[in-house]
Every structure is written in C-alpha cells, then in structure tokens.
C-alpha cells in the first residue's frame, strides 16, 4: 500500500498553533506511528495535507512530506491496526453517545416531559450524532469492525427519536 508521511515542528509558542495542526491531522484520519504522521495515499489526501503544511509555514514551522511504501509487512500490518483501532475507538464514542441518546429519551418519556422543545432539542442531537458519524466514515478506508454496530446504533437512534416525536405530536393533540 502506498502511504504518504508527515513530520513537522512548529515553534512551541503559541501552542494553539500546535493544537491545531494536530486538530486538522486528526480530522484527516492521520495516525501518530512511533514519531511520523501517516494517512492513505491519495489525490485528495495530498492536497489536504499540502493545505495544512502552508498553515504549518505560517506558524514558523516545517514539514517534511513524503509518499512511499514500507519495507516489510509487519510494519505494513501495524499501520494498518493503529487505523483500526484509531477509526474503532471514533466509532464507539459515536455507539456511546446513542445510548445518552436512548437514556434522555426513556427519561423524558418517564416523566412525561412531551412538549416540542424536547422534540427540537433530540433532533439537533440526532442530527449531530450522524454528522459525527460520516465525518468517521469518511476518514475510514480500512473498514473498521465498530463501523457496522455505528450505523445500526444510528438508525436505531432515528426510529427512537421518530416514535417520541409521535408521542408528543399524539399529546399535543390531546390539549
């Protein structure tokens, strides 16, 4: 597989600029290998990343790009597991955060709380949970184990929210 390697310095002050790169790594789907970043090759992936590296100038710093492929298959297998489990460890924050998801609406179901703000306030959230969830997706070209149970969780999150929206809407009408 051919990859494409990042190393960079940035003067230590201020550190927001450190925070950032590191942000916009990240938010690539970049992992920290031993003391290089690295990312899939790909077009689009160069062009991010030579984006990010003139912010990097910017802030005073260098960068050291690089595309290639590694020299032997247990290194090529460790990358690929430190993608896994970094896209794994997203997507159970994503599962986690749709049963918060489950637990407020079971609670305002519990004290009978069906008013339209409830119904506005889950829906903002649902709409961030799958927002999150195509932002991982898209960072996710190893295909990670946790991504199936993410999308299920979501759907369920969607059928939930749409049965309390009814609820309330069927007590409105009551008033």
């Given at each position: 597989m051919k990859w494409l390697f990042i190393s960079y310095t940035v003067p230590s002050?201020?550190?927001r600029a450190r925070v950032f790169i590191w942000r916009e790594l990240k938010k690539l789907g970049a992992i920290n290998y031993q003391t290089v970043w690295v990312l899939p090759y790909s077009k689009e992936i160069i062009e991010k990343v030579q984006n990010l590296e003139k912010t990097i100038e910017n802030y005073g710093g260098q960068v050291l790009l690089a595309e290639g492929k590694v020299l032997n298959k247990e290194d090529e297998e460790k990358i690929l597991n430190a993608f896994v489990e970094a896209r794994n460890k997203e997507y159970q924050e994503v599962?986690?955060?749709?049963?918060?998801?489950?637990?407020?609406?079971?609670?305002e179901i519990e004290r009978q709380n069906f008013i339209f703000a409830e119904v506005e306030e889950n829906e903002e959230e649902l709409e961030k949970l799958k927002a999150w969830l195509k932002k991982v997706e898209k960072r996710d070209?190893?295909?990670?184990?946790l991504k199936k149970e993410a999308i299920e969780k979501i759907k369920k999150c969607t059928r939930v929210f749409e049965e309390f929206s009814k609820r309330v809407y069927k007590e409105a009408q009551k008033e």
């Open positions: 002050n201020p550190s599962i986690e955060k749709c049963e918060d998801f489950f637990k407020e609406i079971s609670f070209f190893v295909n990670a184990p």
